[in-house]
């Protein structure tokens, strides 16, 4: 497998699908959002990157459940598991693209998961807690559920659900089977990942992303619910509520993209430091050059 990975607005998309077309492969998107019918501007799905030379290139994992729907890491590696094995079968090599660390990582490290159903009793306990209770309580546990966001009660919670789970159930799944992927990230100079960002982000507002979020409130999602879905909905749902200006929302969602992308090179980084090598692209190379070292590395390692 080839795995391709980058911060958001890397051009990781397309790059996967170029590499797919060569490789006579498929996609596999490692997007914790994109698994959502209807979100699509405010989850950045560029459906036009999977057309390489005029067809389209086979991808999974894009828009597969309903807004609402909590789908969790379990499900995520569950549906990979399906989906690699019917893409090996067919012949053609899997090309897993994303930047949503967990899902990455849950594949490649072999997370050993189970499904864990909500547990009314405990979460309704678990809202009576302040949120600085909460990250000290999910502390507390030896083998601590991984959050990337602490600052969100709903995401807390239900890390915390998780583990009491896993307290009360010991038993241990079966692993994954080993996937011996190579790993390619891509990387821009920091100024110009932000130039990109904020070019980005007024494309997509122009193109409708304001009124993507008005429909799904107007089709009965409630926006405590919306918010959860990251940054795009928090901040635009915030703005149609009222609450923030055109102005102030594009500023702070601008600046909160900009700390996400950030974030996203750390846990690369710390993939890395955990033993995973990764090949660094340049990402203002142009898309045939990458190509051509993405292939020098193949071969090398053939």
């Known amino acids: 497998m080839i795995t391709i990975l ?68 379990y499900d995520y590696q569950r ?108 990387s821009f100079p920091r100024p110009v990942i932000r130039a990109r960002i904020t070019e980005r982000l007024k494309n997509r507002l122009d193109a409708g992303m304001t009124d993507e979020v008005r429909h799904l409130l107007d089709s009965g999602l409630k926006p405590q619910k919306l918010i959860y879905y990251g940054l795009e909905y928090k901040y635009i749902t915030r703005y149609i509520l009222g609450e923030l200006s055109f102005d102030d929302m594009f500023e702070r969602l601008n600046t909160a993209i900009h700390q996400y992308a950030k974030r996203q090179m750390t846990w690369f980084r710390r993939m890395e430091r955990h033993g995973h090598r990764i090949n660094w692209i340049d990402g203002t190379l142009e898309d045939e050059k990458k190509m051509a070292f993405i292939l020098e590395r193949m071969n090398k390692i053939v």
């Not at 309580?137 to 559920?145: K, M």
């Open 79 to 186: 549906d990979f598991l399906k989906v690699y094995r019917t893409v090996l079968s067919r012949g053609r090599m899997p090309v897993l693209c994303g930047g949503t660390g967990l899902y990455l990582e849950a594949v490649l490290d072999r997370y050993r998961l189970l499904q864990v159903p909500v547990d009314t009793r405990r979460r309704a306990y678990f809202k009576t807690l302040s949120g600085d209770e909460l990250v000290a309580l999910l502390a507390s546990y030896t083998t601590p559920h991984n959050v990337s966001d602490t600052s969100d009660r709903q995401r807390l919670i239900r890390a915390l659900e998780i583990q009491e789970f896993y307290r009360s159930h010991p038993e241990t799944p079966p692993p994954l089977p080993a996937i011996d992927s190579v790993i390619f990230g891509i």
């Open 6 to 73: 980058g911060p958001t607005a890397s051009g990781k998309t397309a790059l996967a699908a170029l590499a797919a077309s060569r490789l006579n492969g498929e996609v596999i998107s490692a997007d914790s959002r994109q698994v959502y019918r209807g979100m699509n501007l405010g989850t950045g799905k560029d459906y036009g990157d999977y057309t390489v030379d005029g067809k389209q290139v086979p991808f999974h994992l894009v828009d597969i459940v309903d807004p609402g729907v909590e789908y969790s890491v």
